[in-house]
């Protein structure tokens, strides 16, 4: 009896999911009563019925704003649907589509009035995707770029602030990556690989706070080579410019075990040099 109860629920359930797929679009509507019948639907409470539906319905929000491109195409509304759809796709988690989207609409009309909010959101949907140091750091520049391009063009947009502080993850997510190939070449015992990984970090990105890392790394790899002259004045300069890093302290250590350490002189110029003059 029981088993015939979950049945019958079950397949309640899968019927009511079934009616409640996308809906036809009510005849008669104008391009004004389209597009603002999707965006209500857009601002609607996600909700849902717990543990069995998503929410709102988007690809009945799809059909209008598609709708709306289709039937009213030079309408001022055709075009604030087609920034929409990025929104539906950018609301779904679907980042990469959102930022095709936002791109799409900003290549169509760039000298629109929401240009601004379609570039956040274009740079937003790659910071959504960007991915671990480990991984394939484009989305991370590609988020970048966008959002420096957004500070640039829009410096008095009340978003330049978040903007700026998520440039600030970039950079530094793009810092951890390369101190993340430098140690996959220092495990190998590549320093020189390692080395110019490093140095991109100091150089390149020393606004981040990976930079201390970095120079202490730097040092131990320039040592490690038995450039210990390269080695000091790196870690020197960590010491005295961060005294209060922990890497600071590791430095500092480095720095006794290589005082007063010189490169081995190459075997050929000792040969050379306890050769007879000729005369």
Request: with cysteine.
């Amino acid at each position: 009896m029981n088993k015939n109860i979950t049945l019958l629920l079950l397949a309640f359930s899968l019927l009511f999911v079934v009616n409640c797929g996308s809906r036809s679009i009510p005849k008669g509507l104008n391009d004004q009563e389209l597009y603002e019948s999707a965006v209500e639907m857009i601002n609607e409470d996600k909700g849902g019925f717990p543990w069995i539906f998503g929410g709102r319905d988007y690809d009945t929000i799809l059909k209008y704003l598609k709708e709306v491109q289709l039937r009213y195409t030079y309408s001022p509304y055709a075009t604030l649907a087609e920034l929409r759809v990025g929104d539906v796709f950018f609301d779904k988690g679907e980042y990469e589509q959102a930022a095709i989207e936002y791109e799409e609409f900003l290549k169509r009309h760039p000298g629109h009035p929401d240009a601004s909010y379609a570039t956040y959101r274009l740079a937003l949907s790659f910071y959504r995707e960007v991915k671990s140091p480990d991984r394939d750091p484009t989305t991370t520049r590609e988020a970048l770029k966008w959002f420096n391009l957004f500070i640039e063009k829009y410096p008095d947009s009340p978003l330049v602030a978040n903007a700026k502080k998520r440039v600030v993850k970039c950079r530094q997510r793009l810092a951890k990556r390369e101190i993340y190939i430098g140690n996959f070449y220092s495990k190998r015992k590549n320093y020189k690989a390692a080395a110019h990984r490093y140095s991109l970090v100091v150089n390149d990105y020393s606004d981040t706070k990976q930079r201390p890392e970095a120079m202490y790394l730097l040092g131990r790899a320039y040592a490690k080579q038995d450039q210990y002259d390269l080695a000091r004045e790196t870690l020197n300069q960590l010491v005295q410019g961060y005294p209060n890093e922990k890497y600071s302290n590791k430095a500092s250590s480095l720095l006794n075990d290589i005082q007063g350490k010189t490169a081995p002189v190459p075997e050929e110029t000792e040969n050379n040099a306890q050769e007879p003059s000729q005369g």
